[in-house]
T-cell receptor, first 114, second 116 residues
Framework: QQPVQSPQAVILREGEDAVINCSSS?????VHWYRQKHGEAPVFLMI?????EQKGHEKISASFNEKKQQSSLYLTASQLSYSGTYFC???????????????FGQGTILTVHP | EAGVTQFPSHSVIEKGQTVTLRCDPISGHDNLYWYRRVMGKEIKFLLH????????ESGMPNNRFLAERTGGTYSTLKVQPAELEDSGVYFC??????????????FGPGTRLTVL
């Protein structure tokens, strides 16, 4: 089942902060965050694993609440380059045949103005 | 290190024709994934190769879609015959072996397919 992202769109001025949420109704093993600019490949930002491990970008932080099956991406002191569509991808199984299969949210469009 | 590459970047075909999309993963990556994004909707999983074997093809929409991965290197996705609803952007992604680096997936730029 597709995770739900909120908000659908955010407009910021440079230097402002934003939070993007990703919620699932199913138990998750990991949450992956990507940013895509128009016409380009989605770029990996962060992975959060069940149990608290994470790997990702220096200037971007995220959290994973296992009880709520919700992840939040925190964008602080936003820059113009942060503009794009942010996707969360959820992975349900740690093993088995479906490892790595990501189910994506519908995306959050972030626009940063000067 | 070269990233994931996809060819062609755009393809416009008529309904009923055949199209073959190609993906070259990052060298040494055993896992190769195909995803599709139909306009305005989310990115959806199509299938997953581990080397040359299909690990999971649960997302393939129907038997008009055929994916192969010759020798565990590049992969092709053929649509035959194409229908209007096949239009969208087809992404390929690759990752290293199981659980090596948290299964971080590197995406290609996608192939935009338009079926008229």
């Amino acid at each position: 089942q597709q995770p739900v992202q909120s908000p659908q769109a955010v407009i910021l001025r440079e230097g402002e902060d934003a939070v993007i949420n990703c919620s699932s109704s199913k138990a998750l093993y990991s949450v992956h965050w990507y940013r895509q600019k128009h016409g380009e490949a989605p770029v990996f930002l962060m992975i959060l694993l069940k149990g608290g491990e994470q790997k990702g970008h220096e200037k971007i932080s995220a959290s994973f609440n296992e009880k709520k099956q919700q992840s939040s991406l925190y964008l602080t002191a936003s820059q113009l380059s942060y503009s794009g569509t942010y996707f969360c991808g959820t992975e349900r199984n740690a093993g088995g045949t479906s490892y790595g299969k990501l189910t994506f949210g519908q995306g959050t469009i972030l626009t940063v103005h000067p | 290190e070269a990233g994931v590459t996809q060819f062609p970047s755009h393809s416009v075909i008529e309904k009923g024709q055949t199209v073959t999309l190609r993906c070259d993963p990052i060298s040494g990556h055993d896992n190769l994934y195909w995803y599709r994004r139909v306009m305005g909707k989310e990115i959806k999983f199509l299938l997953h190769f581990v080397k040359e074997s299909k690990q999971d093809e649960s997302g393939m929409p129907n038997n008009r879609f055929l994916a192969e991965r010759t020798g565990g290197t590049y992969s092709t996705l053929k649509v035959q015959p194409a229908e209007l609803e096949d239009s969208g952007v087809y992404f390929c992604a690759s990752s290293q072996g199981r659980r090596v680096t948290y299964n971080e997936q590197f995406f290609g730029p996608g192939t935009r397919l338009t079926v008229l």
